[in-house]
């Protein structure tokens, strides 16, 4: 396997290609890569997924206010686990988005991939101004003689499977839902900071995490988490919130207590897994009343974990 953020000295041949931004790689992404992958063994091709470094509405639609569902690390790990013979992982720069549909083809699909199948899914649009929809596509995928397999989107409840709407499951504090979608539960990498050091004076020591600023936030209130440190998964109890009985600021922070844990923490980088939503944030009358609903959160997350079969799907 190999990660090709560099196009310029590349030259492929017999490639089967899936293009994306793949945030998130989520089921329907998945069903791609796996249509990808099928074909390739079939056609003994090499296979390749195409992406970029980072999603390309920076470049496309600046002014929106996205959140993304994964950095690039974990878009890197994830799609490594389809066990491609290539990542290419480009810088989509404002060069780039002016590149005809017809240019792409010719001059990196063909030229520098040495393309022969290449798996969309049924909205894919590429290049400049998304002249090159599915139908157009086609027409030069045919002069070329690239066969071109555009697979439809999947559903699931009736809803289209899509980053956008993972998106809104994640802003609505639906975690427990995405898994369906996502293939996996909704995670955030970070790396432990200081916080006021009060967590430990009530019994309940908490980690800070230090998070990407673009990633999506599942919205304010405790979680039933899991957090991966060291390598070992620890049951969790996470807020995410501006911590209304202790501060006065709206500053939104991720903390999470991570019971049966003893240990120092501080710098190391962890992954915060979110599988429930379990109560909104609360605003207490003193320390000692969060103190009493952090032992209820506690035992909430105890007898969840007791029925939670999922531990698979953490990452
Ligand atoms: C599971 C969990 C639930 C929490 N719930 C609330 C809450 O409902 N209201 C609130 O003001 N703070 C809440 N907090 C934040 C606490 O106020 C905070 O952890 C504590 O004051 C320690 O802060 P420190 O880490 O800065 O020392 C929660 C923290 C955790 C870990
Ligand atoms: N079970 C635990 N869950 C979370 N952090 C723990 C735990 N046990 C020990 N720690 C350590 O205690 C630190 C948090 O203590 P705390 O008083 O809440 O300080 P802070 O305000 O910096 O979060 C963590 O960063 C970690 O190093």
Redesign the pocket.
């Known amino acids: 396997m190999e990660i090709i953020n560099d196009i310029t000295d590349i030259e492929l041949s017999n490639t089967a290609v899936t293009i994306g931004n793949f945030d998130g790689v989520h089921v329907g992404h998945q069903k791609l890569i796996e249509y990808m992958n099928d074909i390739a063994f079939k056609k003994n091709l090499h296979k390749v997924i195409f992406t970029f470094k980072h999603h390309t509405s920076r470049i496309l639609d600046p002014d929106k206010d996205y959140c993304f569902l994964m950095n690039y690390d974990e878009k890197i790990d994830v799609l490594k686990s389809f066990n491609p013979d290539y990542i290419m992982a480009l810088d989509f720069t404002e060069d780039f988005s002016r590149m005809s549909y017809v240019d792409f083809i010719e001059n990196i699909l063909l030229k520098k991939l040495g393309c022969k199948v290449l798996v969309v899914g049924e909205d894919f649009k590429l290049g400049y101004n998304g002249l090159g929809n599915t139908a157009r596509l086609a027409e030069i995928c045919n002069i070329h003689d690239i066969i071109l397999k555009v697979i439809p989107h999947s559903k699931l409840y009736g809803n289209t499977i899509s980053s956008t709407y993972i998106r809104k499951l994640i802003a609505e504090g639906k975690v427990d839902v995405i898994l369906d979608y996502l293939g996996r539960y909704y995670g955030i990498n970070g790396t432990v900071v200081h916080?006021?050091?009060?967590?430990?004076t009530?019994g309940?020591p908490?980690i800070?995490l230090s998070y990407e600023g673009n990633l999506c936030l599942p919205k304010n209130g405790?979680y039933v988490t899991y957090t991966l440190v060291f390598g070992k998964w620890y049951l969790s109890?996470?807020?995410i919130?501006i911590?209304?009985?202790?501060k006065n600021d709206n500053k939104v922070s991720i903390?999470?207590?991570l019971i049966g844990f003893d240990g120092e923490l501080y710098g190391e980088t962890v992954r915060t897994a979110f599988v429930k939503h379990m109560r909104d944030?609360?605003?207490?009358g003193d320390?000692r009343e969060?103190r009493q609903?952090?032992i209820r959160?506690v035992e909430y997350a105890l007898n969840y974990n007791k029925l939670f079969y999922n531990c698979h799907a953490l990452w």
């Not at 911590?243 to 202790?246: A, D, E, F, M």
């Not at 944030?281 to 207490?284: D, Q, S």
């Open positions: 916080g006021k050091q009060l967590g430990r009530i309940f908490t800070n405790v109890i996470t807020n919130g911590k209304p009985t202790v903390e999470s207590h944030e609360k605003r207490f320390i969060l609903q952090l959160d």
